[in-house]
């Protein structure tokens, strides 16, 4: 079995910065790409960032320039920081992950969701 647990979040104002972090633990050969996603109110969830483990990244077009992802694979943790955010911004990040398990069959894991809330 393989959790995701993220941590960070919480409320800032229009313009304001937060982080977020995602860390990967239990039965893990190595983890191979993570992302994160979000799911505002009433919307389909979305790619916000993408990371493989050699640090190639993609970013969605709305937070480009806006948003950094990166990662630490000796702690198998991603991280999203997010700069100059906006109200629209606002939304469960949700943490994702491609795992190699020990039994070297890969699995998609999906952390439990954090909230971020960007006030006008």
């Known amino acids: 079995q393989v959790q995701l647990v993220e941590s960070g979040g919480g409320l800032v104002q229009a313009g304001g910065s937060l982080s977020v972090s995602c860390a990967a633990s239990g039965s893990i050969f190595r983890v191979n790409a993570m992302a994160w996603y979000r799911q505002a109110p009433g919307k389909q969830r979305e790619l916000v960032a993408a990371?493989?483990?050699?640090?190639?990244?993609n970013y969605a077009d709305s937070v480009k320039g806006r948003f950094t992802i990166s990662r630490d694979n000796a702690k198998n943790t991603v991280y999203l920081q997010m700069n100059s955010l906006k109200p629209e911004d606002t939304a469960v990040y949700y943490c994702?992950?491609?795992?190699?398990?020990?039994?070297?069959?890969?699995?998609?894991?999906w952390g439990q969701g954090t909230q971020v809330t960007v006030s006008s």
């Open positions: 994702n992950a491609a795992v190699l398990t020990t039994n070297l069959y890969e699995y998609n894991y």
């Open positions: 990371i493989t483990r050699g640090s190639s990244t």
